[in-house]
């Protein structure tokens, strides 16, 4: 699958959006509620999570099935985001505490934990970041990147099925093992 030119950028500001919600999500779930702070920072996270899951729609699915070459099962998560960040509101402007809550919770486990969990999952990019060596793609965005890292003498890799080649501090390595990642 070739990938838009743009989708560096599109991940990477999905990743900066999500992960303050992450700390965000857990501080307010976990402090007093009804406060002003409270109050402030649950926009901030409502927002980043709205903008997040709204970004998420223009990532095409790399792990699992595609639905209409594009939507993968994760992109269930920006629905859930989606229905759930309005629904919520409109509960607390009903006065109605009990629904804004049990919105919140199934909002950060389902979109926070769960869909978290799932990046780590192989062939993801965060996998490759936590538990694998770190590649670029090879796209119109990262090609420049790559010709610099190289000069650099940091990590360059060869991706999809082909041999592995690294350059890490002037040794390179090569390997036969073909990858199943897309990273």
């Known amino acids: 699958m070739k990938l838009p030119a743009f989708y560096d950028i599109l991940m990477f500001t999905h990743l900066m959006t999500v992960v303050p919600c992450i700390f965000l999500g857990a501080y307010l779930l976990l402090r007093s509620k009804g406060t002003k702070i409270h109050r402030l920072l649950g926009k901030i996270y409502m927002s980043l999570m709205v903008t997040t899951a709204l970004i998420s729609l223009f990532m095409p699915a ?45 909002l950060y486990v389902g979109a926070i934990v769960i869909a978290g969990g799932f990046t780590l999952a192989p062939g993801r990019y965060l996998n490759e970041v936590f538990f694998g060596q770190l590649r670029f793609r090879e796209s119109v965005t990262t090609l420049p990147l790559q010709r610099k890292v190289a000069r650099k003498g940091s990590a360059v890799c060869s991706f999809y099925s082909e041999p592995i080649v690294t ?15 897309l990273w």
Do not use: C, D, E, Q
């Open 62 to 106: 790399l792990v699992g099935g595609r639905f209409l070459n594009h939507f993968g099962w994760i992109h269930l998560f920006s629905a859930l985001t989606l229905w759930t960040v309005p629904s919520s509101l409109y509960a607390l402007k009903k006065k109605n505490i009990r629904r804004h809550k049990t919105g919140m919770i199934l």
């Open 167 to 181: 350059r890490w501090h002037g040794i390179t390595i090569k390997s036969t093992v073909p990858t199943y990642s």
